[in-house]
């Protein structure tokens, strides 16, 4: 399963930025638990929550995908609207105010990667 893999270990990566940057800030703002009140720690919450909600089942998809031989085609273009889909999501998301067009494309993005793996997983285990 090297093409999930390869995909894992980035947003794997992108997973401990998210999870550095909200607890830095929440650090600095000497906020132990929930969000003290502060939008921008709020924000820095939902944004790794976000992340951490919706990246692990379309990992699991792209890796049985993977197992049922999605062609390696099939599974980067899944890849990569999962990758970048986050990458735009969280910037979008990110910034005061957020920019809807990014956090409405990066969950787009996102969401036709699970799609295309439910889809691609049925297919293959049917046939």
């Not at 379309?58 to 031989?69: K, R, T, V």
């Not at 890849?79 to 889909?85: E, F, T």
């Not at 986050?86 to 920019?99: E, F, K, M, N, W």
Request: proline share 2%; glycine share 12%.
């Amino acid at each position: 399963m090297k093409i999930t893999a390869l995909y894992a270990g980035a947003l794997a990566l992108m997973y401990l930025f998210l999870t550095f940057r909200t607890l830095n800030y929440r650090r600095t703002q000497q906020v132990e638990i929930g969000d003290g009140g502060d939008k921008q720690l709020l924000r820095r919450i939902r944004v790794h929550g976000n992340f951490s909600e919706y990246v692990p089942i379309a990992l699991l998809l792209m890796g049985f995908a993977e197992s049922l031989h999605l062609s390696g085609t099939g599974l980067h273009v899944l890849g990569l609207l999962l990758l970048v889909g986050r990458i735009v999501h969280a910037y979008g998301l990110s910034q005061t105010p957020h920019i809807l067009p990014m956090r409405a494309g990066g969950m787009a993005a996102t969401l036709l990667a699970i799609l295309g793996g439910a889809l691609a997983c049925l297919w293959l285990a049917l046939t």
